[in-house]
């Protein structure tokens, strides 16, 4: 079993590398696709807003890099590794994921719904790098133009349809999850991420508006403390970082912060503990990015 763990982290830093070298910034990956380096502020009574500023490793996207030396470093640091992540809105390449998801019920609708996007906008999907997911939905890797924002969204484009973009991150192609592997589609691993057409980079960069990040939670908020109350014990910190990172994404995540732990307090998680998950959770997002989503 050792044999097998030490091959797998083996494999995860030689594509990470490889990444690395075309210009794309990696962080190792554990096999639930979170960073796998924890945090260095874990332990501090108040939530920390670092984003690397420590020079610590655990920052999550923010430590992404393609010096090879660097990546060798993150990797040594976090012998579990069974992958990599790749950064999104980073320089060269600036790079889009569209993540096409596949429902519950094993249909792939998303590609339907993009597909009728590109007919009503009048644009079309350029060959690009694919990567293939163990649930069989599909990453379609796209450039960005520099100094342009995409915002990371959740079914905002369309149902089933994710964004990744600035603060973001891809799983990249090679990694092992407790899914199963990732996989470049046959003849794209030699393309260069094509350039995201025009009218789709329009759809997926709304102009900013004003949204609250006080006050009374909105449906949205609702849904997700709903969602954190409903935890189980073995539960109680994966749902409550998947409901600050929705919260993140969709831009009103610091005014749902003290409602998000209340409700997570509620289950029996230590509030410290309720307010490090929270904070670890806006670290990997980007709090820049205004909605809608």
């Not at 690395?20 to 910034?25: I, K, N, R, T, Y």
């Not at 192609?173 to 393309?191: D, E």
Request: a positive charge.
């Amino acid at each position: 079993m050792a044999i097998t763990y030490r091959r797998t982290f083996t494999l995860a830093l030689a594509h990470a590398l490889s990444a690395a070298e075309h210009g794309l910034p990696v962080i190792p990956l554990s096999a639930t696709k979170l960073p796998a380096l924890p945090s260095p502020h874990r332990d501090e009574d108040r939530p920390s807003s670092c984003r690397g500023a420590c020079g610590l490793p655990g920052h999550g996207v923010h430590d992404a890099t393609t010096d090879p030396t660097a990546v060798h470093a993150l990797f040594a640091a976090a012998p579990w590794a069974t992958g990599y992540g790749i950064a999104c809105g980073r320089a060269p390449h600036h790079l889009i994921g569209i993540d096409l998801d596949i429902d519950a019920t094993g249909r792939n609708d998303s590609t339907a719904a993009l597909h009728q996007l590109a007919l009503q906008h009048l644009f079309t999907i350029p060959p690009t790098v694919t990567v293939l997911t163990p649930s069989g939905g599909r990453h379609i890797w796209l450039s960005g133009p520099p100094g342009t924002v995409v915002p990371n969204s959740a079914g905002r484009l369309a149902p089933g349809i994710d964004i990744r973009g600035t603060g973001g991150y891809l799983v990249g192609p090679g990694s092992a999850t407790t899914r199963g592997t990732y996989r470049l589609v046959p003849g794209t691993g030699s393309l260069p991420p094509a350039p995201c057409p025009r009218s789709l980079l329009q759809l997926l960069t709304p102009p900013a508006r004003t949204h609250r990040r006080h006050g009374r939670p909105d449906d949205r908020g609702r849904g997700l403390i709903r969602f954190v109350l409903a935890a189980d014990e073995g539960q109680r910190n994966t749902r409550l970082f998947w409901a600050a990172c929705r919260a993140y994404e969709h831009g009103f995540g610091d005014g749902l912060a003290d409602a998000l732990t209340e409700a997570a307090v509620r289950t029996g998680l230590p509030e410290h503990e309720a307010r490090a998950t929270i904070a670890s959770a806006a670290r990997l997002t980007t709090t820049r990015c205004e909605p809608p989503r």
